[in-house]
């Protein structure tokens, strides 16, 4: 029942390390998402009655209350895609990284993010898909929101309509969001994938050094 409209497609260009596919899921799947996504939001805002700012919903909150979410992340067609698009071999990040699955909200008047890479803890290539499932002007059309990323020195602009797939290689293509304007609204899924989701051999060797501090020194009283 995981469907994206995947076969209908031809292949996008990962050229500058950035693709773009509309209507990626397929319409019933979007729905789902879309409710998924609605519900998601509003039980978040009854948790905190004060919540105003815009957020993210992690992970671990996805894998209790968005079934329809967690499973897409995970299943065959939604590795395939993304492996298809970028050429090489991508797998799901862990549980325990809140990033790898989660849903970025921006309701209030100026929520945005500024120029940042999306880090790469892992050892493999690390991915970033972002699909819109709200995006949503005063007027009706899209939030004054934009997505820029730099390619060579420019800043192009993507626009970020629902079910609009944007993949991109978050580590090495830096990216901002342009502040929403009052009364819009703008939520987006976004996952990541890598070719090897270990701990980066930096990470490895900082534990191990970082290990051998502590039984080194606790050496020296015991
Ligand atoms: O909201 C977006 O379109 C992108 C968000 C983003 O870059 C991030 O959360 O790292
Ligand atoms: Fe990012």
Known sequence: MFVTTSDAFETPSFEGKLAIQDNVLAADLFTQVVEEVATLIETERSYLPTHKKGGTVAYSM???????????YHSVTMRRLVSRIVGV??????????????VLFYEKPGDHINWHYDHNFYRGRHFTVLIPI???GRDGGLSAARLLAKQVGRDVEVATPPNRLVLFEGAEVRHKVTPISEGERRAVWSMTYCTDPRNSAFQGVARRVKDTAFFGLRSLWT
């Open 89 to 102: 071999q991508v797998e799901p990040t862990p549980l325990h990284d809140e990033s790898s699955c989660s």
């Open 134 to 136: 709200v995006n949503r």
């Open 62 to 72: 996805l894998r209790e209350k968005a079934p329809t979410l967690v499973s897409h």
